[in-house]
């Protein structure tokens, strides 16, 4: 179950790649998930810039229990 706020989603990926972003997580002390989040901010942050991240930071966040997450 996704976290409240969160939103749940399936991901094919390589499993090599899996086992690199599984190496990253636990050299950080972070889980898989978290660590995945910090990646995808980081190249967020690197394509859209500073700027753009703190208006995502700044925007309302959808409620959760949307219906979307899968069981």
């Given at each position: 179950m996704a976290s409240p706020?969160?939103?749940a989603f399936a991901l094919r990926i390589?499993?090599?790649l899996w086992a690199e972003v599984e190496r990253l997580a636990a050299a950080?002390?972070?889980s898989?998930?978290?660590e995945v989040?910090?990646?995808l901010r980081e190249a967020l942050?690197?394509?859209l810039g500073e700027a753009a991240m703190a208006r995502l930071?700044?925007?309302?966040?959808?409620?959760s229990?949307?219906?979307?997450?899968?069981?």
């Open positions: 706020g969160k939103k390589d499993p090599l950080d002390l972070r898989v998930n978290a989040e910090v990646l942050r690197t394509r930071a700044r925007r309302p966040r959808p409620p229990g949307d219906g979307d997450a899968e069981s």
